[in-house]
């Protein structure tokens, strides 16, 4: 991949697949209408080298994502509107069997008066300036309606809130709409009764559109989903089981794979990230790949998988990567290869101390938290950017590793950046000096590092100690490969 694209992890398993299918495969697997991925052919002195090229379209497809949410956000509030104040009865039976907000409403009274609410108190500008971002708009109870002061008061008592001794909470006389977005940009506008309350626009309906949004860019021609003979496979009979534990495994996937003689594509979420994962459906000897398939798919959007066939090759593909993918968390290849070639070039296998206060200065908090997801030890360094960004300086760096460690009073600004403790409790506990250091650990017999940070007193004796702990990561994932 390009330099723009490498680093998306990409799982496969293959059977007996032809290059150029696999190419083929990929590219698809990569691509959204209106933004397709391409492979470029070079050839050189050293041979002929195939890139997969990320179109400048598929940089711009995270933020039109977010508008088409918002848009749609927008219109569920303009259909809530339009039918929150129409009696149950002149709702036509056709359009209750064919607009599930129809039925949203009737089943929930509580929606229902809460969301006329909503549109009798506020005006059309606040209502948009409020749903257009994020936030609260804050009313005593007097600002309402006799028949929303009625609804409010009925929704404080059904919520018999108790203080910490037991006895019923006094209601404050105040409400709030407010809307909250999540990591991957969805909305949700609740109505909050002194601090407490419920979703009325927003959620599941939104999120099941999304969905729906988001696997239709995914289908691209010559693709197909679902492929009726291929998902009519039988799973066989084999002595080895799924493992199926929730949420889903990457062993289950290969299991799936060796099962149906099939190669398989997937993007999935990291393994740190695999509360996004659906849970694990049982492929039962004798039934259908489709029955397997339809249970990683009809799950809610933040914890299922799309999938779809290019050419024999199965697909798999996390929305949630699409909805929270953004050019400010991407990390480049060229540091990922810099930090595998420093690592490679360790006297002892780790990455040092001066890598990580490169990375520190030259990526976003975004980028860290993002290269964490493969680098694990970037959580740490997201967490202590402040701090490793003040040792820049060649002084500050030798002081503060050396034996003696930094006076405080050398370098006040630099107590600010260290997190979990402040100024103030160092002074209280006497401490005079800091002290950095990288320390060598085994733990469960696998070697460690130490990013230890100790305060000392004015004798140089230790007071705490702060840090993370962090392995050799490619040298460790290279061996796991070569056992598996």
Same mark, same amino acid.
């Given at each position: ?96 069997? =064919? ?90 506008? =609740? ?294």
């Amino acid at each position: 991949m390009d330099s723009g694209s490498a680093d998306f992890p990409i799982t496969a398993y293959i059977h007996n697949l032809p290059l150029p299918e696999f190419m083929s495969a990929l590219a698809s697997l990569m691509s959204y209408r209106g933004a397709v991925w391409h492979w470029e052919k070079k050839e050189d002195t050293r041979g002929v080298r195939y890139t997969l090229i990320r179109p400048r379209s598929a940089r711009r497809i995270h933020s039109q994502l977010q508008n088409e949410i918002q848009k749609r956000f927008m219109s569920e509030a303009n259909l809530m509107e339009e039918l929150v104040f129409q009696p149950p009865h002149a709702i036509s039976s056709k359009e209750r069997a =064919s607009n599930p907000y129809v039925n949203l409403l009737l089943q929930s009274s509580r929606r229902r008066e809460g969301l006329q609410m909503f549109f009798q108190t506020l005006s059309q500008q606040q209502r948009n300036q409020l749903l257009s971002g994020t936030g609260i708009v804050s009313l005593p109870i007097d600002r309402l309606s006799p028949n929303s002061q009625q609804f409010v008061r009925r929704q404080f008592d059904e919520g018999k809130l108790t203080d910490s001794t037991g006895n019923p909470v006094k209601f404050q006389g105040e409400i709030g709409f407010q809307v909250n977005r999540t990591n991957a940009g969805l909305p949700t506008m =609740s109505i909050m009764i002194d601090g407490d309350g419920y979703s009325y626009l927003g959620g599941p309906l939104l999120k099941d559109n999304i969905n729906r949004h988001i696997k239709d860019l995914w289908l691209l021609r010559g693709d197909k989903s679902p492929d009726t003979k291929r998902e009519a496979m039988n799973r066989p009979e084999k002595k080895r089981l799924f493992c199926h534990p929730s949420p889903l495994p990457y062993t289950t996937l290969h299991d799936l794979a060796d099962y149906a003689g099939i190669s398989m594509l997937c993007r999935l979420p990291a393994p740190n990230e695999r509360r996004m994962m659906p849970d694990t459906p049982f492929w039962r000897v004798g039934s259908p790949l489709k029955d397997f398939l339809s249970a990683l798919t009809n799950t809610d959007l933040e914890r299922t998988l799309h999938y779809k066939w290019h050419n024999g090759v199965l697909l798999m593909s996390s929305p949630h990567l699409l909805l929270e993918e953004t050019e400010e968390a991407r990390v480049p290849y060229s540091i990922f290869a810099s930090l595998r070639a420093r690592e490679e070039e360790s006297f002892d296998g780790f990455l040092q101390l001066y890598d990580l206060l490169y990375v520190a200065g030259v990526l976003r908090p975004q980028q860290l938290l993002q290269l964490a997801q493969d680098v694990p030890v970037m959580q740490g360094v997201a967490r202590w950017q402040k701090f490793l960004t003040q040792l820049k300086n060649p002084e500050t760096l030798q002081a503060i590793t050396s034996d003696a460690g930094i006076l405080l009073t050398s370098n006040p600004s630099l107590v600010q950046t260290i997190p979990t403790i402040s100024e103030v409790s160092l002074t209280a506990h006497g401490v005079k000096r800091l002290r950095l250091s990288l320390i060598n650990e085994t733990k469960e017999n696998l070697p460690r590092k130490r990013f230890r940070l100790e305060t000392l007193d004015s004798e140089g004796k230790t007071l705490h100690t702060f840090g993370f702990t962090y392995r050799r990561y490619f040298s460790e994932v290279s061996d796991s490969s070569k056992r598996d």
